[in-house]
């Protein structure tokens, strides 16, 4: 019986197993200067923060920690993402992780929280868009220099995830109870269980990234090429592509990897469901 | 800053990540009912044991611990010899890692360690060989129930390694002062950091192989098909089948895979040299 540090440690291990997963590193892919490897060492250090989450540390405490751990490696940032979604999740699941107890967790977040959010990224380069002016002195890029903005306007974590909707689909699970999270949960329960978990979390992920277009792509490439990036995901799927045509997923796969397209978003996302999957022992490992 | 169990952890996924690794589970490969997955949870839940050798606890008690969390999967025994290897060596980091260390740390186990290591065998099944006669009393498939002939002959876990020399080559490494562990630090220092570690990784596994006949394969097959698999290994590489050919390297790995050869004492001997070469610094992640 596996802790829930323990089982989000493995969701984020099984995440970046998981292929073909396009424009991602996976199984079978490194990028030029972000390789499998760093993966696994993100998620061995972001362990010391989950470990906090689960015995109940505030969550901006834990999720700081865990980002510090999982940026103890040469490839930057991992699993910056993934970690904003596990560490209320693994905090609900000391209960009972049903999408109320998240909600929950999210919503009674404090200004200390917020500013742990905020030294975190003192830790990582994390990429973001440009703030709205009103919000520039709250930029998170500032890091732990932004905390004196975010107390004087009294802004508790929740408050900032709300802020960064749209536009971010990280944050948009705080504000959805977790919503796509939890559907790929029960998608990961819906697949063949004597297949391999990389390739049932291969074909979550796929799902999900043609279902929205990813916001990390969107930030970085515009809107333009995320929902591109989603259409052909549809296309694919909608041919049936996983089962009667996995060449022209690999070479989907290959092409976005080759663009520097990496839908990052989509992949926190499908951590976050393989977390609860594990947790409700709709998948088993 | 990763902590020695850390290292340890890493050191696990690392190992079976490395690809292609003849005959075992690697990045590319599962195996028909042992698939990366089940690697992926050994090495979690291994944690908490190496958690202990590191907190300076019995190596006979973060033993057990190791493995009864490693065969917390569906996939049974994953990693009981490399876990042989590394709590030892993970206890001398708490030191300075030396093989005067880790020898130390080996002759001073107790009978205590030794009933340690027989209880381990009650958390999964691991493939051994029958014991002569006059051990028949000592087999460790009776796993708990043989302490009392244990305790009787007043048998440290020292010295039940030394019994099982010749036929046991993780059993050796604590006879030799880890030779072979140590050996393929070094290997793995000397390989080009500008490649994946998943790369350099099963160089040195092929490099290993090829240097002495697995017992795993040996203690299954017989020492024939251990002795060949080798000699293919060695042949490969004074081809430099790794660079100039490696169709070849690959087809190998799918014929050990196919025939159900898995070199699995190798496999540990490379875990533990990739932890002693991260804790020293040889290799970065």
Not at 11 to 20: F, I
Not at 92 to 117: H, I, M, Q, W, Y
């Amino acid at each position: 019986m596996r802790t829930p540090a323990q089982q989000a440690e493995l969701a984020l291990l099984l995440e970046v197993a998981g292929t073909p997963k396009p424009g991602n590193v996976d199984r079978h892919r490194d990028l030029e200067e972000l390789r499998f490897e760093h993966f696994l060492a993100g998620a061995v250090g972001a362990r010391t923060g989950l470990d906090l989450a689960a015995d109940g540390e505030p969550v901006g405490t834990a999720f700081e920690r865990a980002v510090k751990g999982m940026a103890a490696q040469g490839g930057d940032n991992t699993q910056f993402g993934a970690l904003l979604l596990l560490t209320p999740l693994v905090r609900a699941a000391r209960d009972d992780l049903t999408r109320a107890t998240v909600s929950s967790v999210c919503e009674n977040t404090t200004v200390a929280d917020a500013a742990g959010f905020y030294r975190a990224f003192d830790h990582v380069d994390v990429f973001v868009d440009e703030p709205p002016a009103d919000m520039e002195p709250l930029d998170v890029r500032r890091g732990s220099d932004a905390i004196p903005a975010l107390e004087e306007r009294e802004l508790t974590l929740f408050d900032v995830m709300e802020r960064s909707v749209p536009g971010d689909d990280v944050a948009r699970e705080w504000l959805t109870d977790f919503e796509r999270s939890f559907g790929a949960a029960e998608r990961l329960a819906d697949t063949d269980e004597t297949e391999p978990l990389s390739k049932r979390t291969a074909d979550v992920f796929l799902e999900l990234l043609a279902e929205r277009p990813d916001t990390l792509v969107a930030n970085r490439r515009g809107e333009d090429v995320a929902t591109s990036v989603s259409e052909r995901a549809a296309q694919l799927l909608a041919d049936d592509g996983l089962e009667s045509d996995p060449d022209a997923l690999e070479a989907f796969a290959d092409d976005l990897v080759s663009r520097g397209i990496n839908p990052g978003t989509t992949a926190d996302v499908t951590a976050a469901g393989l977390f609860i999957a594990l947790e409700r022992e709709a998948i088993s490992v």
